[in-house]
């Protein structure tokens, strides 16, 4: 059974950084893995928010391009999001996501396109 299980979620103030992981039960990681992380704000859509592709490459949605870095651990089965100059606007619930499908839609995965995700951790970031 494959479990996604995030941490490192809480409460900054503007400009402040926090680092995501998500650490990956029953499923192998390899080279060619597609994996992510999306979010939801209160009264707003999921957002695809980065990706590792299969072909290694990341992409980024345009609101977190150049702030956010997804990055993972092959031995420890972890997946990070490295967030800075955190934004009132980048408060959500982010989780993380595994086994992509279909097109990359602005810049991320959608929620949709993935098979597996966690339970999701909350980051509040105030102004």
């Known amino acids: 059974q494959v479990q996604l299980i995030e941490s490192g979620g809480g409460s900054v103030q503007t400009g402040g950084s926090l680092r995501l992981s998500c650490r990956f039960y029953?499923?192998?990681?390899?080279?060619?893995?597609?994996m992510g992380w999306f979010r939801q704000a209160p009264g707003k859509e999921r957002e695809g928010v980065a990706a590792r592709l299969s072909n290694r490459s990341t992409t980024y949605a345009d609101s977190v391009k150049g702030r956010f870095t997804i990055a993972r651990d092959m031995p420890k089965n972890t997946l990070y999001l490295l967030m800075n100059s955190l934004k009132p606007e980048d408060t959500a619930m982010y989780y993380c996501?595994?086994?992509?499908?279909?097109?990359?839609?602005?810049?991320?995965?959608?929620?949709?396109?993935?098979?597996?995700r966690g339970q999701g951790t909350q980051v509040t970031v105030s102004s």
């Open positions: 996501a595994a086994d992509c499908r279909g097109p990359v839609q602005r810049g991320a995965y959608p929620a949709s396109a993935y098979t597996y």
């Open positions: 029953g499923y192998t990681f390899e080279n060619d893995d597609c």
